[in-house]
């Protein structure tokens, strides 16, 4: 049984990381989407948040599993028996924080590897970040997050003028 872990702060999840998924667990048994929880950082949803949206954008992919977790990503990849630690790649500015983390992560435990996944080029400007800030002035993340993600951002946010959510 191949098993991946894709981990990270999914707050939001957004199309650039469902496509990552899609993409992951095409290559796998399962595909092990972590949820961080994170106590440093104040995230705009909680874990239990995340981790029910992203089964929700998830639903259609029978081979993909959320789950939270804390800690060390490594020691969530071996506690579900995953030998495969997922992440993507949207610009050369994320290479360096990634090849460390991944160099780290293999020193740390020898059994598991990272596989980098290049985000789609219609995607690769996307972040949770970007999907937040944008939202706050109001503006349109419809193309950023799938419609059921973008209602919630907004509904959190608190803008009284809520955007009409287009498809996917
Ligand atoms: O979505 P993000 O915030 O870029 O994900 C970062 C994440 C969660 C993958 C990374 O911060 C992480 O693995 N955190 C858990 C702690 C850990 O394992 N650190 C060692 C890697 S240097």
Redo the contacts with the bound molecule.
């Keep these: 049984m191949k098993r991946a872990v894709y981990?990270?702060?999914?707050d939001p999840v957004t199309k650039g990381h469902l496509d990552i998924i899609e993409r992951a667990a095409d290559l796998v048994d399962e595909l092990i989407v972590g949820v961080?929880n994170n106590n440093e950082k104040t995230p705009l949803f909680s874990v239990e948040e995340r981790v029910n949206m992203l089964k929700d954008v998830t639903s259609h992919i029978p081979n993909v599993r959320v789950e939270a977790f804390s800690?060390?990503?490594?020691d969530f990849c071996k506690k579900c028996g995953a030998s495969f630690l997922v992440r993507g790649l949207r610009a050369v500015t994320d290479f360096e924080y990634e090849l460390?983390?991944a160099q780290?992560?293999r020193s740390l435990e020898r059994g598991v590897d990272t596989l980098f996944f290049t985000t789609a080029l219609n995607y690769a400007y996307i972040s949770s970040t970007v999907v937040k800030e944008v939202a706050s002035y109001d503006g349109d993340i419809s193309g950023f997050v799938p419609p059921q993600i973008a209602e919630r951002v907004y509904a959190r946010i608190g803008h009284t003028k809520q955007r009409e959510v287009k498809g996917v």
């Excluded at 981990?7 to 999914?10: E, L, N, T």
């Excluded at 800690?71 to 490594?74: A, D, F, K, R």
Aim: aromatic fraction near 8%; proline fraction near 8%; hydrophobic fraction near 40%.
């Design positions: 981990p990270g702060s999914f961080l800690g060390l990503s490594v460390q983390m780290t992560n």
